[in-house]
């Protein structure tokens, strides 16, 4: 947590940002990048006393993180990041594919030489790193193929496909992370990217389109097969209610080997069995 502690009091240099907005940036950051790792719980009474605030900041950066799905809260006074089920992770490239080949197909219409310079000069930093095989410079990685996706939603010179690209982008991070242990086929991701910014500069839409679809189609194949290889179990915000359907709960005690949730909204209680860990 110290880490936190020092990413707040950098946001805290600046005089723009309110005191709420530092506090959820500090938090929104510190669970993108790793620094609080999964299963972790975060206390709002700790997070107050660590960021050195009152507990109003806290809650409402809380309240605005569990809107954007990156937490959520299975007991009273705890908070834990949200673990993406193996369902939720091919909706969302369901919805990747479709939003990136918009993208795409507006950005060789549109992008300017200035975007489309800054795809390439992301190319060649990540084949810099592609020659360094240490696993120190995964998360570098990850993060120029984050910035090579925004670039190209940028380039489509579409706010509404970039706003809603980014929050998909949140959720991507949170997955990789999960995953983080899984190997990156870093020369296949390079090549599918050059084939990419390839169709954009010479303004060829069908192929760009195709190119997109084909990379983040191996990319969704690929993530399954590590859900199906480690065996995650299904976290609660997968399981709903048997007699409303909702997927508020809240874990309420174990019971021989078995899990008790209780509804936040209707109240019932039920068990379901506890699924090993690999």
């Known amino acids: 947590m110290s880490r936190l502690y020092k990413g707040f009091l950098l946001l805290s240099s600046s005089s723009s940002p309110p005191l709420y907005e530092r506090v959820y940036l500090t938090l929104r950051a510190s669970i993108l990048t790793g620094e609080v790792r999964l299963g972790e719980r975060l206390v709002e009474s700790q997070l107050a006393q660590q960021l050195d605030v009152s507990r109003t900041p806290v809650r409402e950066a809380i309240r605005r993180l569990q809107q954007e799905q990156l937490i959520t809260a299975d007991s009273p006074d705890g908070i834990t990041i949200v673990e993406i089920s193996l369902d939720s992770a091919i909706q969302l490239y369901d919805c990747r594919i479709a939003l990136e080949q918009l993208a795409v197909e507006s950005a060789c219409r549109r992008a300017t030489p200035a975007q489309i310079q800054a795809l390439k000069q992301n190319l060649v930093a990540s084949g810099a790193l592609s020659d360094q095989p240490d696993d120190s410079q995964t998360l570098k990685r990850l993060e120029l193929n984050y910035d090579f996706h925004h670039l190209v939603a940028q380039s489509s010179q579409n706010p509404w496909l970039i706003s809603l690209l980014d929050q998909l982008s949140n959720q991507v991070k949170l997955l990789r992370l999960q995953i983080l242990q899984a190997p990156m086929d870093v020369d296949a991701i390079q090549q599918e990217h050059w084939q990419i910014v390839d169709a954009i500069v010479l303004g060829d839409a069908e192929t760009a ?70």
């Open 209 to 278: 389109k195709q190119h997109i679809r084909q990379h983040l189609e191996l990319s969704q194949t690929r993530i399954v097969s590590v859900f199906k290889r480690h065996n995650y179990r299904p976290q609660p915000s997968q399981l709903a209610c048997p007699r409303c359907g909702s997927h508020r709960l809240r874990k309420n005690g174990r019971r021989q080997h078995r899990q008790n949730y209780r509804c936040k909204d209707c109240g019932r209680q039920f068990l379901t069995d506890l699924q090993p860990e690999s």
